[in-house]
C-alpha cells in the first residue's frame, strides 16, 4: 500500500512538532535544574519569567497539534487559538530579549538562543508554511489578550509586594509612568504581532475553522 506523497509530508511534519515541542520542555527543565544548583529553585520565579512561561505553554501546544496530526485528526479550534496565541506571544519574546534586554539571564548562552530565538523561529515558519494552519476570524483577536494581561497583573502584584520581578524594566522603582510605558508598548507590540499570526493564518491555503 502506497502511502500519498502529501499525507506522508504531513505525518513528517506533525512527528516534528511533537520532537521539537518535546526538546523545548527538555531544555527549560535543563534551565531549572541549572536554577537548583545554583540554590534558587523557587519555580514561581523561574516559571515567572514570560520566555520560560510562554516556552514550556506553547511546546506543550505543539505538541497536542503534532499528536492530533499523527492520529489524523484535525485542529480543534481551542487549540488552533492556543497555537496562535504562543505564535504571537514568541515573537514577543525574541524582540523583547533581543531588542531591549539582550544578553541578560543566567541560563547558558545555548539555551538563550534556543529559546529566544530558534523556537520562535520554528513555530512562526511552521505556523506560515503549513497547510493545516487554522484560519482564525479577526473577532478571535483579543484572545491573545488574557494570558500577557494575567502575566503582567501577577508580576506587577509581586514587585510591590516582595519586590521580585523577571526583567528589570518592570521594577515599581522605575515609577508608574515608564511601567505603564512598558506595559502598553508590550501589548502593542503584542497586538501588531498576533495580527501577522493572524494574517498567516487567513491565507488562502489554510483550513476554515468554526467558531
Do not use: K
Not at 478571535?140 to 516582595?162: F, K, N, Q
Not at 495580527?195 to 467558531?211: D, E, K, T, Y
Amino acid at each position: 500500500m502506497t502511502t500519498h506523497p502529501a499525507r506522508a509530508r504531513g505525518r513528517l511534519r506533525s512527528l516534528a512538532r511533537v520532537v521539537a515541542g518535546a526538546v523545548v520542555l527538555a531544555v527549560v527543565l535543563f534551565a531549572y535544574v541549572l536554577r537548583v544548583a545554583a540554590d534558587d529553585a523557587n519555580p514561581f520565579d523561574f516559571f515567572g519569567y514570560f520566555t520560560n512561561q510562554t516556552s514550556s505553554l506553547t511546546a506543550l501546544v505543539l505538541i497536542a497539534v503534532g499528536t492530533l496530526g499523527l492520529a489524523g485528526r484535525q485542529v480543534p479550534f481551542s487549540v488552533a487559538v492556543a497555537w496562535a496565541v504562543g505564535a504571537a506571544c514568541l515573537i514577543v519574546v525574541a524582540v523583547v530579549y533581543n531588542g531591549l534586554v539582550p544578553g541578560t539571564g543566567s541560563a547558558p548562552p545555548w539555551v538563550s538562543t534556543m529559546l529566544h530565538i530558534v523556537f520562535p523561529v520554528l513555530v512562526v515558519v511552521d505556523l506560515a508554511t503549513a497547510p493545516d494552519r487554522p484560519r482564525l476570524a479577526w473577532r478571535h483577536l483579543w484572545w491573545v489578550l488574557p494570558y500577557p494581561l494575567v502575566w503582567i497583573s501577577v508580576v506587577l502584584v509581586r514587585g510591590a509586594t516582595d519586590g521580585w520581578v523577571p526583567y528589570g524594566f518592570l521594577l515599581p522603582e522605575r515609577g508608574l509612568a515608564s511601567l505603564a510605558l512598558h506595559v502598553v508598548g508590550i501589548l502593542g507590540l503584542l497586538l501588531v504581532a498576533a495580527a501577522g499570526v493572524w494574517s498567516l493564518g487567513r491565507r488562502r491555503s489554510s483550513r476554515a475553522l468554526p467558531s
